[in-house]
T-cell receptor, first 115, second 111 residues
Framework: KQEVTQIPAALSVPEGENLVLNCSFT??????LQWFRQDPGKGLTSLLL???SQREQTSGRLNASLDKSSGRSTLYIAASQPGDSATYLC??????????????WGLGTSLAVNP | DGGITQSPKYLFRKEGQNVTLSCEQN?????MYWYRQDPGQGLRLIYY???????QKGDIAEGYSVSREKKESFPLTVTSAQKNPTAFYLC??????????FGAGTRLSVL
């Protein structure tokens, strides 16, 4: 059974620091992996999607990597800003799930960037 | 604006009452989803629909019902059989690549 774990559960950093959020999954048979951001009391925003055949994706100050064989993904945030404060979630789409597009979710990392 | 609209933002349910949460999208997506989010737990899938007039149970469908009569709309009814309905409910739709777009959520509480 696919399980997704995110460590740490919470992180507090000073503004300007580069940081890495971790996501691990137990079954390497995945179709893709996504990173999302959630602000308190709000819905989720998709940040990056990495297909299983890809190693990384970049969007602005965000870079997500995928190592399928070791079951790991990292989200790198460069030059963090207070506006980056949010909860970051990763989710994998397992292979063999037919065409139902179900995702398996981690619990998220709550990030606080302090001015 | 293109996106997903959930209403209401806050909803209160009395014991024994059914309530319906609205979800509308104008993204022309075929697939739509309902999730429940509780503190300290990951998102849990209630129901999903890949196409109009078709829907499938997710991991925690008991006490909930849905319909998908139109591509744009995927309402969720929380029935009186759901004994612990207090949660944050999120609706999403997805592209063919399964990039999921979320609404702003509905927070349901029990009176």
């Amino acid at each position: 059974k696919q399980e997704v774990t995110q460590i740490p559960a919470a992180l507090s950093v000073p503004e300007g620091e580069n940081l890495v959020l971790n996501c691990s999954f137990t079954d390497s048979a995945i179709y893709n992996l996504q990173w999302f951001r959630q602000d308190p009391g709000k819905g989720l925003t998709s940040l990056l999607l990495i297909q299983s055949s890809q190693r990384e994706q970049t969007s602005g100050r965000l870079n997500a990597s995928l190592d399928k064989s070791s079951g790991r993904s990292t989200l790198y945030i460069a030059a963090s800003q207070p506006g980056d404060s949010a909860t970051y979630l990763c989710a994998v789409r397992p292979l063999g799930a037919g065409n139902n597009r179900k995702l398996i979710w981690g619990l998220g990392t709550s990030l606080a960037v302090n001015p | 604006d293109g996106g997903i609209t959930q209403s209401p933002k806050y909803l209160f349910r009395k014991e024994g009452q059914n309530v319906t949460l609205s979800c509308e999208q104008n993204l022309n997506h075929d697939a739509m989803y309902w999730y429940r989010q509780d503190p300290g737990q990951g998102l849990r899938l209630i129901y999903y629909s890949q196409i109009v007039n078709d829907f499938q149970k997710g991991d925690i469908a008991e006490g909930y019902s849905v319909s998908r009569e139109k591509k744009e709309s995927f309402p969720l009814t929380v029935t009186s059989a759901q004994k612990n309905p207090t949660a944050f409910y999120l609706c999403a739709s997805s592209t063919q690549q399964n990039i999921q777009y979320f609404g702003a959520g509905t927070r349901l509480s029990v009176l």
